[in-house]
């Protein structure tokens, strides 16, 4: 596609509910990444994906984070049993190689937890 | 791990000053780092990537130059108009795992 796709834009959940969220890169783009930014924060760095390497997940915050990713295309980024402290608006990135490329993000998906 | 620290975090200046941003980072074994402008509501626009052989890069307004050894990136912005109001994001790859990391960033305000 044109450009880095997030969905939903916008999720208001219930405490404890889960929810899924997706990101389509762009087109040849190897790399992929999720972020989260919490209000009036800076990038919190959360799961790298590298074409069909072993992702990094050293950034995810609980085992109740997850995200997948199937060979260079869609990622879901999965939070179960959500927390008010997971309100936050959810980035990802991608990037047509592993090093020295400009990563592209798109609009994010807000998430509210009430 | 790879911290990064922006300053300042914020600034306000008239309309036409030149202004420096600055950051810094921990970890010195980095491919690249790259300067983002993030505008309230919306996602993030790469401005400049410097790989680690280089010292600066030039775009428009924008000069951005970078130190490795002492972990240390400076972004110039020249002739400051109102329109480069936003929040300026410091963020370095490293060459460790790919990982890109990112700064608190600095909030600008220029005042017409």
């Known amino acids: 596609g044109a450009g880095v796709s997030q969905s939903p834009s916008n999720k208001v959940t219930e405490k404890g509910k889960d929810v899924e969220l997706r990101c389509d890169p762009i087109s040849g783009h190897t790399a992929l990444y999720w972020y989260r930014q919490r209000l009036g924060q800076g990038l919190e760095f959360l799961i790298y994906f590298q074409g069909n390497s072993a992702p990094d997940k050293s950034g995810l915050p609980s085992d109740r984070f997850s995200a997948e990713r199937t060979g260079e295309s869609v990622s879901t980024l999965t939070i179960q049993r959500t927390q008010q402290e997971d309100s936050a608006v959810y980035l990802c990135a991608s990037t047509r190689d592993r090093a020295n490329e400009k990563l592209f993000f798109g609009s994010g998906t807000q998430l509210s937890v009430l | 791990k790879q911290e990064v620290t922006q300053i300042p975090a914020a600034l306000s200046v008239p309309e036409g000053e030149n202004l420096v941003l600055n950051c810094s980072f921990t970890?010195?074994?980095?491919?690249?780092l790259q300067w983002f402008r993030q505008d309230p509501g919306k996602g993030l626009t790469s401005l400049l990537l410097i790989q680690s052989s280089q010292r600066e890069q030039t775009s428009g307004r924008l000069n951005a130059s970078l130190d490795k050894s002492s972990g240390r990136s400076t972004l110039y912005i020249a002739a400051s108009q109102p329109g480069d109001s936003a929040t300026y994001l410091c963020a370095p790859q490293g060459a460790g795992g790919f990982k890109t990391i990112f700064g608190a960033g600095t909030r600008l305000f220029v005042k017409a």
């Open positions: 970890d010195s074994a980095i491919y690249n």
